[in-house]
């Protein structure tokens, strides 16, 4: 029996990425390589987080307009195996991984972040 896959949500927003129409539409050009982009970003520091041996991969929900269209909201789902061996997922832990790995919540990349709009709802 292998352990269930739990989910949990995780939001941010780019503050250097202007929302465009496009970045609305799941099955558009620049929905998916904007998604690969951000995914590129994340994944590695959520595998070098608590969770990081569990840790599956994020799926990027939705792209959202923030402060009249200049910043870009980031809607995730990520998932992870719940092993009863390893670590339980705790998302205030997590948080703090991740801010501290995106200097604290500025940087992800070559993507501005805004420091106060990390969220992850376990």
Do not use: W
Request: hydrophobic share 30%; net charge neutral; glycine share 4%.
């Amino acid at each position: 029996l292998s352990p269930p896959v739990r989910n949990f949500t995780l939001n941010f927003t780019i503050t250097n990425l202007p929302f465009t129409a496009d970045l609305g539409m799941p099955n558009s050009k620049k929905f998916k390589s904007t998604e690969k982009v951000v995914c590129y970003y994340v994944d590695p520091l959520l595998q070098k987080s608590s969770i990081g041996p569990v840790y599956i991969g994020c799926r990027i929900i939705a792209f959202r307009s923030k402060e009249d269209r200049d910043d870009t909201g980031v809607d995730a789902i990520c998932s992870y195996r719940d092993e009863p061996s390893d670590p339980k997922f705790n998302r205030v832990t997590v948080y703090h991984e991740l801010s501290n790995m995106t200097n604290d919540i500025t940087k992800l990349g070559h993507y501005s972040l805004n420091s106060q709009s990390l969220y992850i709802n376990g």
